[in-house]
């Protein structure tokens, strides 16, 4: 268990519809992450948010969005949902966002779009 | 296009033998970190290398980062069946700040 939340474990919907992914980080952690895994494209860096800041940005899409809460929890909200949205999405926390920072992941939450 | 490119992409090897999973890229990289993943689980840390040349042991495992910091490898002495699960190198891009993981290696170590 690396202390890292992850709600809900298991999400199905449909086309066009949007949905919250939400992650609690480790106490004491200030950093998130965002991950999309997919069997084609491994896992993407979407982006991560440094004490309710957003801190760099990778392969998001403008569908999607995120966002770190005063009390450091985050939600990615993913909406004009398509099929190839189906995936797992990682949420990962750490301390600072040092480059030797160790990142710690949730268990994932199952995304699929019918 | 990967800009981390990890090889081999799959690798079946009996107990007790050794093995190299490689990492490769043209950009540099301000730190590198290897993780096993198993199905249905997020990733794990296994460690993090930030200097060029630098060479960590984890037990049977060695990790060793490029002196220009745009490289490394994972080597496993005496596989077990417990080593079995996908190996992901990632690594933080000098300049911006972002996270970029290799495609990674799926290792089945047989009993």
């Known amino acids: 268990d690396s202390g890292v939340t992850q709600t809900p474990k298991h999400l199905i919907t449909a086309t066009g519809q949007r949905v919250t992914l939400r992650c609690s980080p480790r106490s004491g952690d200030l950093s998130v992450y965002w991950y999309q895994q997919s069997l084609d494209q491994g896992l993407q860096f979407l982006i991560q948010y440094y004490n309710g800041e957003e801190r760099a940005k990778g392969n998001i899409l403008e569908r999607f969005s995120a966002q770190q809460f005063p009390d450091l929890h985050s939600e990615l909200n993913l909406s004009s949902l398509e099929l190839g949205d189906s995936a797992l999405y990682f949420c990962a926390s750490s301390v600072e966002a040092s480059p030797a920072d160790t990142q710690y992941f949730g268990p994932g939450t199952r995304l699929t779009v019918l | 296009t990967q800009l981390l490119e990890q090889s081999p992409q799959f690798l079946s090897i009996q107990e007790g033998e050794n093995l190299t999973v490689y990492c490769n890229s043209s950009s540099v990289f301000s730190s590198l970190q290897w993780y096993r993943q198993e199905p249905g689980e997020g990733p794990v840390l296994l460690v993090t290398v930030v200097t060029g040349g630098e060479v960590k042991k984890l037990k049977r495992l060695t990790f060793q980062f490029g002196d220009a910091r745009k490289d490394s490898s994972l080597h496993i002495t005496a596989a077990q069946p417990g080593d079995t699960g996908l190996y992901l190198c990632?690594?933080?891009?000098?300049?911006?700040?972002?996270?970029?993981f290799g495609s990674g290696t799926k290792l089945n170590v047989k009993p």
């Open positions: 990632a690594g933080r891009e000098h300049n911006f700040n972002k996270f970029y």
